[in-house]
Nanobody, 121 residues
Framework: QVQLVESGGGLVQPGGSLRLSCAAS????????MGWYRQAPGKERELVAT???????NYEDSVKGRFTISRDNASNTVYLQMNSLKPEDTAAYYC???????????????WGQGTQVTVSS
């Protein structure tokens, strides 16, 4: 089994910062792209940022210059540093990873359980 476990969400005032973490564990041979998505109430899930195994990074336009994605390949962990947070950043944030399962020998897309980020005064 493969698991993604997220942490770091919470309540923060506008202009504040939060750091999300997501650790992958279990039957893992290799991890390609890791990323963060978010879903606000009544809206579809949207991409926030991704980083592939070679370090190539992609950001959604509204978070460029404010959010920074990074990863630690040794610990299979991806991070999202969120600065200058705005009320419109309020959403459930989900970790995603493309993982080659050691058990099944197949690539699959895995999701974390989600962590809530609320930006409010």
């Amino acid at each position: 089994q493969v698991q993604l476990v997220e942490s770091g969400g919470g309540l923060v005032q506008p202009g504040g910062s939060l750091r999300l973490s997501c650790a992958a564990s279990g039957s893992i041979l290799s991890i390609n792209t890791m990323g963060w998505y978010r879903q606000a109430p009544g809206k579809e899930r949207e991409l926030v940022a991704t980083i592939n195994s070679g370090g190539r990074i992609n950001y959604e336009d509204s978070v460029k210059g404010r959010f920074t994605i990074s990863r630690d390949n040794a610990s299979n962990t991806v991070y999202l540093q969120m600065n200058s947070l705005k009320p419109e950043d309020t959403a459930a944030y989900y970790c995603n990873a493309h993982i080659l399962s050691r058990r099944f020998g197949l690539w699959g897309a895995y999701w974390g359980q989600g962590t809530q980020v609320t930006v409010s005064s």
